[in-house]
């Protein structure tokens, strides 16, 4: 007997959703697992005062097409990448590392920003001495966005690094369509949450 047809994102949040909250599973490994050069971190509060820094390795222990590091960094893999290239899916910009036992990976980094409406949802901790920033910032998912309507096609992140410490990062945002493009790959890992008009997912 034939299997129930796998329904589409449409079909399963059939309400107005803006986009999607793109990540993966934890894949293992920590994207700061030595000891960055001095600047890229606070040496307080350890908020990333350097976003375009990247190390160069990082023991993975994963076979996912889509990964979270475990101070929340996500990793694609190579399939991903060139799928992504063949669609010339925007706003996206990969960075390559080696994962280990001969693999290589990639770091993901939206150029385009969405501001967030973080009234009444999120928490702020206090404000670091040293660099200024929050110490955490935690109720973010899936964000509240300001404006209304769909997101922009491809890839946007969040005005708002969401978090605490190192772990702090902005999060990633898909549109409808692109999420519904990932599905039918059936990437290994991925995690896509969806943004309702509401902002509740």
């Not at 960094?73 to 063949?86: H, S």
């Not at 501001?115 to 935690?138: K, M, N, P, T, W």
């Not at 999060?171 to 999420?179: E, F, H, K, W």
Request: hydrophobic share 35%; aromatic share 10%; glycine share 12%.
């Amino acid at each position: 007997m034939a299997g129930n047809p796998r329904k589409t994102r449409s079909e399963l949040h059939p309400g107005p959703v803006r986009g999607y909250c793109f990540g993966g599973y934890d894949g293992g490994g920590h994207f700061f697992d030595e000891e960055p050069p001095a600047g890229v971190v606070c040496p307080a509060c350890g908020s990333v005062l350097d976003d375009a820094w990247r190390p160069a390795a990082i023991a993975l222990n994963t076979t996912k097409d889509v990964c979270s590091t475990y101070d929340n960094v996500t990793v694609v893999t190579e399939r991903f990448v060139e799928a992504c290239r063949a669609r010339e899916v925007p706003g996206v910009t990969f960075h390559r590392f080696s994962g280990g036992r001969n693999r290589h990976y990639y770091f993901v980094d939206a150029s385009r920003v969405l501001e967030c409406d973080l009234r009444d949802r999120s928490r702020f901790g206090d404000r670091c001495a040293a660099c200024g920033q929050h110490e955490y910032i935690v109720g973010g998912v899936p964000p509240w966005l300001q404006g209304s309507g769909p997101v922009p096609a491809g890839f946007s992140r969040t005005d708002v690094a969401f978090g605490s410490g190192r772990a702090r990062r902005p999060l990633l945002i898909i549109d409808a369509q692109t999420a519904e493009y990932f599905d039918s790959l059936r990437f290994r890992g991925i995690s896509l949450m969806p943004i309702l008009e509401s902002g509740e997912g």
